[in-house]
């Protein structure tokens, strides 16, 4: 009893596209206490979080000392491209044409390559007058200027000029990014500015419900690297926290099987996510994160995502499809509309010339019930109006749609797809899940949906209900390894290593380390994994909320890079680039102690600011040298990453 008293609680919350998870943890030992899953609730995410949180034993709750967060927000609103209107302000050179900003300046000024000015910051009127006219329309600013990781002052002095007239907040590209690139970098902190109020509204929702629950504790988030950060950090640097999601599941994975080095496939109800932790340490992106067609400059985990999960949506044309949009499966949406079960029995087979994802005969659409027809009519089309506003709570199927507009499918099926892009409806079909529930291999919601719709389907197609889903669930398991082997085999193209797989005789693909599954319905595919590929793969305990303890399992993690070159001016100087800005020494032996000196003290600094002193952090300082000359290189890249535990915070 005296140790219970004694123990350090943290709680962690992951909210994922389908799902929010809760769980708690003894931080003194790493155990997983107690755990709880619940739907997320769109637009409302204080509602999800919540019933989360309430699964859980109220006298844990008392006694939570620390929590974490991860999240996908980030990730599906850049995607959707939904983030806040930003404004950015380029310094020294053009306006790419291929940017998600439409207010967007470029004034003189910029540095080259050794941090030198090639042209005077002359232009802060113009921005004055930029921030005047737009500060109204965005939530945010960011600024980049050209060469700006080698001298940051051009990049400063706008940022002190925006501050001057707005409180709102401004981002720098050399405070996100010391790899150049002036168009990536310029692209980061864009879009780092345009999701600061998304991220913002998440970290309320979560102090909102902490502070209902009298929950006092250091909150801090997940970033897509696997390392933990303070929220206040957090808001500040969004972005970073775009793969939170898939970073949480594969630290969480690690945490739960004991092991230091294996990969993880996290089977969402979204998505299925495939990452390699080596030593502790997830393995970071050489290339930077890539989300929605932009290319940014935030370290990120080596990652291969597909649009196959638990919820993506089954639909046939004479022959099954999986995806990629995802939907509500039957068994969940029956177990809150019992009439859907009624509307099943007597719905209709469409013709299966006309049948693809929207037309099918399982399909049902409702309206999310966010906003009404009255308050939506400013941003929908007439066409799109006349749609919505014979929808209510009540989930419609194709042909009740069709009998009260008097149209035929055809000519409205791509207005639904409009409808679900913009959020204003969500449909309802037959999902890998409904395919588990009729195999009796999970059971959450209720199976009797799941079974009338795999009857339904699998007549089309001459095969019986559980024929049909057993059918599906060996797609899932085709799909899964093949997304796993491609992981690996990353010198092979994806339809080549998908010809390999089906042929009868070929051998099993090795996988050399262990292999982990997370998410609510992995035993189910474990069976088919293991006749597919040869590897050592485990299922732990709480493998349903994997994403919930990584959040709390990851290290405070942080990196440093420093950059030495000689001075362009041909003379015997040697620059020092860091996020401090540049320093210049006579000689390449003092550069080089002052930058061995430097990584360390900033290390240092940054745990310092977490309670940690380096004796509970582990350092390590990679010295990489190209080129000579003479008796130094032509330049030394120093890197220093800094890791410290949770744990030393209690």
Not at 552 to 558: D, E, N, S
Request: proline letters at 4%; aromatic letters at 6%; charged letters at 25%.
């Amino acid at each position: 009893m005296k140790r219970r008293n004694v123990m350090y609680l943290g709680l962690g919350i992951d909210t994922g596209g389908t799902y929010t998870d809760a769980a708690v943890i003894d931080m003194s030992n790493g155990t997983v206490i107690e755990s709880n899953k619940a739907l997320t609730t769109y637009p409302d995410l204080i509602r999800g979080i919540k019933n989360s949180i309430e699964g859980l034993n109220p006298d844990y709750l008392k006694r939570i000392k620390f929590a974490s967060v991860s999240t996908t927000l980030a990730t599906n609103t850049t995607l959707e491209g939904k983030g806040y209107p930003a404004g950015l302000i380029l310094i020294g050179h053009t306006i790419p044409k291929k940017l998600a900003s439409r207010y967007v300046i470029s004034i003189g000024g910029g540095h080259d390559s050794d941090g030198n000015e090639v042209a005077p910051l002359e232009d802060l009127e113009t921005v004055k007058e930029f921030v005047r006219q737009i500060k109204n329309k965005v939530a945010a600013f960011a600024v980049s200027g050209y060469f700006g990781v080698r001298n940051p002052e051009h990049e400063l002095r706008v940022k002190e000029v925006i501050q001057e007239i707005t409180d709102m907040p401004v981002v720098c590209g050399h405070e996100l990014s010391l790899s150049l690139g002036a168009y990536e970098r310029a692209v980061t902190a864009l879009l780092n500015a345009e999701l600061i109020p998304v991220s913002k509204q998440f970290i309320k929702s979560v102090q909102a419900v902490m502070e209902e629950k009298e929950i006092k504790a250091t909150l801090m988030m997940m970033k897509c690297d696997g390392s933990l950060v303070r929220i206040e950090e957090a808001l500040q640097k969004p972005v970073e926290s775009i793969f939170s999601g898939p970073a949480a599941s594969l630290v969480g994975a690690a945490h739960l099987t004991g092991l230091d080095t294996c990969a993880t496939v996290d089977v969402g109800g979204t998505s299925t996510d495939i990452a390699m932790i080596t030593g502790g340490i997830p393995e970071i992106s050489d290339s930077g994160a890539r989300v929605g067609g932009w290319k940014t400059m935030v370290k990120a985990i080596r990652m291969e995502t597909s649009a196959l999960g638990g919820d993506s949506l089954v639909w046939i044309r004479r022959k099954p499809f999986l995806g990629p949009a995802r939907v509500i499966p039957l068994c969940l949406a029956a177990s809150e509309f019992p009439e859907i079960l009624e509307k099943l029995e007597k719905n209709d087979t469409p013709n299966e010339r006309i049948m693809d994802e929207i037309i099918q005969p399982t399909s049902f659409f409702v309206r999310n019930g966010i906003n009404s027809p009255e308050l939506l009519s400013g941003e929908l089309e007439e066409d799109e109006r006349a749609i919505i506003e014979q929808l209510g709570t009540e989930p419609l199927s194709i042909s009740e749609i069709s009998e009260r507009t008097g149209k035929h499918p055809l000519l409205f099926a791509g207005i639904l797809k409009n409808l679900i892009r913009k959020r204003h409806l969500s449909q309802i079909g037959f999902t890998p899940t409904d395919a588990l529930h009729v195999l009796g291999e999970y059971a959450r919601w209720d199976g009797r949906a799941s079974f009338i719709g795999a009857k339904m389907l699998g007549k089309t197609l001459k095969q019986g209900a559980e024929e049909f889903s057993a059918r599906i669930k060996a797609e899932v398991v085709g799909k899964l390894t093949l997304e796993l082997v491609s992981f690996f085999a990353e010198d092979l193209k994806k339809e080549d290593i998908g010809k390999l797989l089906a042929k009868e005789d070929v051998m099993k693909f090795r996988i050399k380390v262990p292999v982990v599954l997370v998410g609510a319905p992995v035993r189910a595919y474990l069976k088919g994994l293991n006749e597919a590929v040869d590897a050592d793969i485990r299922i732990p305990a709480f493998h349903e909320v994997g994403n919930a303890v990584g959040a709390l399992a990851g290290k405070i993690v942080h990196r440093t890079e420093i950059l030495i070159r000689p001075s362009a001016a041909g003379n015997a100087e040697y620059s020092v680039f860091s996020r401090l800005g540049k320093d210049v020494f006579e000689d390449y032996g003092e550069a080089l102690d002052y930058g061995l000196k430097l990584s360390h003290r900033l290390i240092s600094e940054y745990m310092d600011g977490y309670g940690l002193d380096m004796d509970n952090v582990k350092f390590d300082l990679k010295q990489n040298d190209v080129g000579s000359r003479g008796k130094a290189p032509l330049e030394t890249r120093l890197v220093g990453v800094g890791v410290g535990t949770t744990g030393k915070l209690a």
